[in-house]
């Protein structure tokens, strides 16, 4: 890999596991610096009767799954759903770890997701990295459309820990979209379209050399 330095901006815990846990699992093997911001742990969304702060133990977990530093992860406390009231504090925040982590590639929401605290994080993420690389990752469950032009080929190790990594959302499993067979089905996909095995999709939003 070209960059020696990667940011993930998640709106919620998990996204950045779903989006590019393959990825971020291969990068860490590569002795690639990764930092994952996740900007709500989505407490309005934790099901009666859990505590409320389970998503931030369980995605501590899961990015330890993926090999990355505790340190390395960033929990920010924006409400659920409200993302667009909150665009201006969300721009700031980012510019600022911007000028802390001096990121060289950042991966965010797709610029076709249509989730309303993905395309906050979606655009604010473009003002905020506009001058250094960019790249979109995919959700089939929310984006309307996916320009699929930049591939990760992935080893099996990379795509066992991204399952592994999201086994860790205990809370969650009920989701349709957190199912293994789903998330190999659309590895393989992806990989098939480049002759490969298993590979994660993503949208050039930005790419300097
Ligand atoms: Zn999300």
Same mark, same amino acid.
């Given at each position: 890999?070209? !960059?020696?330095?990667? +940011?993930?901006?998640?709106?919620?815990?998990d996204?950045?596991? &779903?989006?590019?846990?393959?990825s971020?699992?291969?990068?860490?093997d590569?002795d690639?610096?990764?930092?994952?911001?996740? &900007?709500?742990s989505a *407490?309005k969304?934790i099901?009666e009767?859990r505590?409320?702060?389970?998503?931030?133990k369980?995605?501590? *977990?899961?990015v330890?799954?993926l090999?990355?530093?505790k340190?390395?992860?960033?929990?920010l406390? $924006?409400?659920v759903r409200? !993302?667009?009231?909150?665009?201006q504090?969300?721009?700031e925040?980012?510019?600022?770890l911007?000028?802390e982590?001096?990121?060289?590639?950042?991966l +965010?929401?797709s610029?076709q997701d249509t989730?309303q605290?993905h395309?906050?994080v979606?655009?604010e993420?473009?003002?905020?990295?506009?001058k250094?690389s960019?790249i979109?990752?995919e959700?089939? $469950?929310?984006?309307?459309?996916?320009s699929?032009?930049l591939?990760?080929?992935?080893? *099996?190790?990379?795509?066992?820990?991204?399952?592994?990594?999201?086994?860790?959302?205990?809370?969650?499993?009920?989701?349709t979209?957190?199912?293994?067979?789903?998330?190999?089905?659309?590895?393989?996909v992806r990989?098939t379209?480049?002759?490969?095995?298993?590979a *994660?999709?993503?949208?050039?939003i930005?790419?300097?050399m």
């Open positions: 890999m070209m !960059f020696h330095k990667v +940011l993930i901006l998640a709106p919620h815990t996204d950045g596991e &779903f989006g590019c846990g393959g971020i699992s291969k990068w860490i590569e690639i610096d990764v930092y994952y911001i996740a &900007f709500s *407490e969304s099901p009767g505590p409320k702060d389970i998503l931030k369980e995605i501590q *977990e899961a330890k799954v090999g990355m530093k340190r390395n992860l960033i929990l406390d $924006y409400p409200e !993302f667009p009231g909150y665009r504090q969300i721009l925040d980012m510019i600022k911007g000028e982590l001096k990121p060289e590639l950042v +965010l929401p610029t989730h605290d395309q906050t979606s655009q993420g473009f003002r905020a990295f506009k250094i960019i979109g990752y959700m089939p $469950y929310n984006n309307l459309n996916f699929t032009n591939f990760v080929t992935l080893e *099996e190790k990379h795509m066992d820990r991204k399952i592994a990594a999201l086994k860790c959302y205990k809370s969650q499993l009920s989701r979209y957190a199912n293994e067979d789903f998330l190999r089905g659309l590895a393989r990989g379209q480049i002759g490969s095995g298993y *994660e999709v993503f949208e050039v930005r790419w300097v």
